[in-house]
């Protein structure tokens, strides 16, 4: 029958001599993990799914006028949000928002 030292590369020898360092590193990784919400969960795999799904998609944005005034409609397919913009600046803040979740 083989050995501990036989059956396990060189690089395993400090965790395997350190008796329950391997049980220790587990507990701590145990103990400082959170599972996440429901709501943030739902809203990650929504967006990794629509991420994989259209992977081309990306934030369209289209601008109506007229002789006297303009407006933006805007859609982002990885959040599925939108918005109709009477200003620039207000599509621009809306655009930093959704960006930055």
């Given at each position: 029958?083989?050995?501990?030292?036989?059956?396990?590369?060189?690089?395993?020898?400090?965790?395997?001599?350190?008796?329950?360092?391997?049980?220790?590193?587990f507990q701590r990784l145990?103990?400082?993990?959170?599972?996440?919400?429901?709501?943030?969960?739902?809203?990650?795999?929504?967006?990794?799914?629509?991420?994989?799904?259209?992977?081309?998609?990306?934030?369209?944005?289209?601008?109506?006028?007229?002789?006297?005034?303009?407006?933006?409609?805007?859609?982002?397919?990885q959040t599925q949000q939108?918005?109709?913009?009477?200003?620039?600046?207000?599509?621009?803040?809306?655009?930093?928002?959704?960006?930055?979740?």
């Amino acid at each position: 029958m083989q050995s501990v030292s036989q059956l396990n590369p060189p690089r395993c020898q400090p965790l395997l001599a350190s008796g329950n360092a391997f049980a220790t590193l587990f507990q701590r990784l145990k103990n400082s993990f959170r599972p996440p919400s429901q709501k943030s969960f739902r809203r990650s795999l929504r967006r990794r799914i629509s991420g994989l799904l259209c992977a081309n998609c990306k934030l369209q944005i289209i601008k109506f006028s007229n002789d006297t005034e303009a407006w933006w409609y805007a859609y982002d397919p990885q959040t599925q949000q939108h918005i109709y913009a009477t200003t620039e600046d207000e599509l621009d803040r809306w655009i930093e928002r959704i960006s930055a979740k």
